[in-house]
């Protein structure tokens, strides 16, 4: 089922403090996963992306985890700040199946106090 | 300079009208994609082009027809609006399906109220 499912809907963390934002899929052809953020009035933009046959990718204080057996994923904000306050969606595409269509999550908003 | 460009940003129409969302892509990427957004359902995928020609038609109802005129252009006519089609579309571009990356690039949006 081409599904992507995503936690918390929302979530406070403060200054400093590591987000953890998690996604899970069923559909085995998925085989891209990007992260993009969207500030309000915005529209979304790619932050970090990963395919499977890395179960880690980093980018400054962004990390995907990727857990293939169990299918899942997870986005980590290292040192959150008050800028990265935002909304948060997970996605995966079957590109090997000559479709790059992206399924979304439901999206998590997060809130970074100072 | 905007690299997908989206017209109008705001469109308020009435029901049973018909409107056309704009979408031009200068990114050079052959594959086009609409979203739509809304509080119900948020970023759900609609259609995808490749090459002008369609790869993918999510949506339920005829009542949505994306044209390609040209292989930067994808726009969406909508006809017999209701209010339930109330949402921001997003157009999106990416290099072709079969092509080793897939990032897809959203453009500003079209958000369209239907009274």
């Known amino acids: 089922q081409q599904q992507v499912r995503q936690s918390p809907q929302s979530l406070t963390v403060w200054e400093g403090e590591t987000a953890i934002l998690n996604c899970s899929y069923e559909?085995?052809?998925?085989?891209?996963f990007p992260w993009y953020h969207q500030f309000p009035g915005e529209s979304p933009a790619l932050l970090i992306a990963?395919?499977?046959?890395?179960n880690k990718k980093e980018d400054g204080r962004f990390t995907i985890f990727f857990n293939k057996r169990e299918k899942k994923f997870s986005l980590h904000i290292a040192d959150s700040q008050p800028g990265d306050s935002a909304t948060y969606f997970c996605a995966a595409s079957a590109g090997n199946t000559g479709n790059y269509k992206y399924v979304f999550g439901a999206g998590t908003r997060l809130k970074v106090i100072a | 300079d905007p690299k997908i460009i989206q017209k109008p940003k705001y469109l308020v129409a009435v029901t049973g009208s018909e409107k056309i969302l704009i979408c031009e892509q200068y990114?050079?990427?052959?594959?086009m994609y609409w979203y739509r957004q809304s509080a119900k359902k948020p970023l759900e995928f609609m259609f995808s082009y490749s090459y002008q020609k369609l790869m993918d038609n999510q949506t339920a109802s005829s009542r949505f027809q994306p044209q390609s005129s040209k292989k930067n252009h994808l726009d969406l006519q909508i006809t017999a609006l209701k209010p339930d089609d109330s949402a921001t579309y997003f157009c999106?571009?990416?290099?072709?399906?079969?092509?080793?990356?897939?990032?897809?690039?959203f453009g500003p949006g079209t958000r369209l109220t239907v009274l």
């Open positions: 999106a571009s990416s290099r072709p399906p079969g092509h080793n990356y897939a990032e897809q690039f």
């Open positions: 990963i395919r499977p046959v890395s």
């Open positions: 990114l050079g990427h052959n594959a």
């Open positions: 559909d085995s052809t998925f085989d891209y």
